[in-house]
């Protein structure tokens, strides 16, 4: 009697604990997901979420819908604040950007990327170098011998703020080919159309903004590009126009885009996750929408995106505080 108590009491903890598994690997959306943007629409993390959720529902990929959420401000940090009033519920997701590494950085109290879970890493796309048709500066490599020389002796106009995108990719840059940093002259504008107009108009000698927004200006022949920060060329106009390595400096930067989950989410949230945006990185029309923006498609799942994550706050971490605007 006592040993038929005993197999029953296993059979019924053995019977818990494979409910408990099959539970786990079970869990899916089961009702509308969000994915939140910290930008307005028709920004290009806005185009990101857009064509994640177009394809959500025409792929099948995710089973219930999906809608895309604006919330603005602070450079995305809203849009974590948001997601994280939901913590542990993967019906949430945001598209993460590179403000998310340096803002904390910068200002304490920030949301960072270990406040958050991180999901996938989905894409990166670069930055652009150009100069006026007409300047005497013809190649990335010029502006590099005159920074060396002397640092202060061009202007470098670019958007929208110290510490995002643009201005990496160029302090990164120049600090790898040996320029002091911290005495460029750098020139920060609201928008890169102000930046690219600054140039053509002859107020900054040189601009550095999205490789993709750029492009118009690079097949009328209204600027000349000079680098771009990728590891291989891009394409379109931009075939024509060498990486920073092909020039001797041992620099590549992407402006990245992956997207993040709130606190507290389960194995098995990320695994369904890890599914999802496995295959969604997989489609055709995923790619070629990459392709027409000049982005890479550079999917990591959940675990190499915590990896990626780390090694761009160390990275990033060293260059600002280089620049002395690190706190």
Same mark, same amino acid.
């Given at each position: ?152 002796? +061009?202007?470098? /106009?670019?958007?929208?703020?110290? *510490?995002? !995108? ?6 990164? &840059? @120049?600090? %790898? ?40 200006? +690079?097949?009328? /022949?209204?600027?000349?590009?000079? *680098?771009? !920060? ?6 379109? &106009? @931009?075939? %024509? ?87």
């Amino acid at each position: 009697m006592q040993r038929h108590g005993l197999l029953s009491v296993a059979i019924f903890i053995c019977s818990l604990f494979h409910v408990s598994i099959a539970c786990a690997q079970a869990w899916k959306p089961s009702r509308n997901v969000e994915i939140i943007v910290g930008s307005a629409a028709g920004g290009g993390a806005d185009v990101t979420g857009r064509v994640m959720q177009r394809l959500f529902r025409d792929k099948a990929l995710v089973e219930v819908p999906a809608s895309v959420v604006n919330k603005t401000g602070g450079g995305s940090a809203l849009s974590y604040v948001y997601m994280n009033q939901h913590p542990a519920d993967a019906h949430y997701l945001a598209l993460s950007l590179q403000p998310m590494i340096t803002a904390p950085l910068m200002i304490p109290g920030q949301i960072s990327y270990t406040d958050v879970t991180p999901v996938a890493h989905l894409l990166n796309e670069y930055v652009g170098f150009a100069v006026r048709p007409d300047s005497p500066l013809k190649s990335g490599r010029d502006v590099i011998e005159r920074l060396k020389k002397d640092p202060a002796s +061009l202007s470098i /106009g670019l958007s929208t703020a110290l *510490a995002g !995108s643009n201005h990496l990719a160029a302090v990164l &840059a @120049f600090k %790898a080919a040996g320029v002091d940093i911290k005495r460029l002259r750098i020139v920060v504008v609201s928008g890169a159309s102000e930046a690219i107009t600054g140039v053509m108009g002859g107020h900054v000698d040189v601009v550095a903004s999205s490789a993709a927004g750029m492009l118009p200006f +690079l097949q009328s /022949g209204k600027l000349r590009g000079i *680098a771009v !920060s990728g590891p291989r060329r891009l394409g379109d &106009a @931009f075939a %024509a126009v060498p990486t920073w390595k092909e020039q001797g400096v041992d620099s590549v930067y992407a402006n990245w885009r992956g997207v993040v989950g709130p606190k507290a989410m389960t194995a098995a949230q990320l695994a369904y996750w890890d599914g999802v945006f496995g295959r969604l990185s997989q489609l055709p029309e995923w790619r070629e929408e990459l392709v027409r923006l000049l982005q890479d498609p550079a999917y990591l799942n959940s675990r190499d995106t915590q990896r990626f994550l780390e090694a761009q706050h160390n990275e990033l971490r060293t260059v600002l505080l280089d620049l002395g605007i690190a706190k």
